[in-house]
């Protein structure tokens, strides 16, 4: 299997059909109701990453078919859906600042990004196709918080589904990163701390495909996909990729409007 990793193109911007052309979700439920699952007030917005082709890095086979498998899902599930294949650094910035703007007016947001990465203390980096193998260009690296700061805005909930390497990432400079705490998140990594991730041996990998197996069967709230989808991985790779996974919601969250 092929390793997610660090070793030492452009941006696409396709939108998918708009989701006006999909049936309405279900009727909204407020976001104060605790106990009651939460699906979007008229709309949700999705942002899907992959990022396959880089300048210097080592290529990855998996990760813009990954992108497209799960901007097809959201799409199909009635999220307004952007996808984004092999951004640049600057690219990668004003694709989120965008994402930022649909997503202002929506009570449920995602983003998935697929690509090489890596983490800095606490905080998972990915990288854009114009990172260079020098380690002083980490500088380049998007981090989580700035992803997480993408969707801390308006939406209540907000689900960050990384799915690149969460090994260890030796730096020659000191570079501080600033955590924001916020409610209403999911992060959901694609491997254990400390660990990489594979692209896999078919033409999506073991967490793209394991995650769209879990939403396509309806998991529930998104704490039961996540654990579908770790199982299904650990199974897929002989236990040696564990997805994980953390959380401060403040509602049961549900991806698929059939759970709610």
Avoid at 27 to 51: D, T, Y
Avoid at 151 to 165: G, Q, T, V, Y
């Amino acid at each position: 299997m092929n390793r997610r990793e660090f070793i030492g193109s452009g941006l696409v911007g396709v939108s998918l059909p708009t989701s006006s052309s999909i049936a309405a979700p279900a009727s909204p439920r407020k976001s104060s109701e605790a106990n009651a699952l939460v699906w979007p007030k008229g709309k949700a917005a999705a942002l899907c990453i992959g990022v396959s082709s880089y300048t210097e890095l080592k290529s990855l086979r998996t990760p813009q078919s990954d992108a497209h498998l799960l901007a097809q899902l959201f799409f199909d599930l009635g999220y307004e859906t952007r996808v984004l294949m092999n951004p640049k650094h600057e690219d990668f910035l004003l694709g989120l600042a965008k994402f930022r703007l649909l997503a202002r007016q929506t009570d449920l947001a995602v983003i998935y990004v697929a690509g090489h990465g890596g983490f800095i203390g606490d905080d998972v980096m990915v990288f854009p196709s114009d990172m260079s193998s020098d380690l002083e260009s980490v500088r380049k690296a998007i981090p989580e918080s700035a992803m997480v700061k993408t969707l801390s805005d308006e939406p209540r909930n907000k689900i960050l589904l990384l799915d690149c390497c969460n090994t260890h990432i030796p730096v020659l400079m000191s570079r501080r990163i600033k955590r924001a705490s916020v409610g209403g998140l999911f992060s959901f990594y694609a491997a254990q701390p400390g660990s990489p991730a594979y692209d896999g041996s078919k033409r999506v990998g073991p967490f793209a495909s394991a995650l769209n197996e879990a939403m396509l069967g309806n998991a529930g709230e998104i704490e039961d996909i996540a654990r579908t989808t770790r199982r299904r991985v650990v199974q897929l790779t002989d236990g040696v990729q564990i997805p994980w996974s953390k959380s401060s919601l403040l509602n049961r969250v549900t991806l698929s409007r059939e759970a709610a």
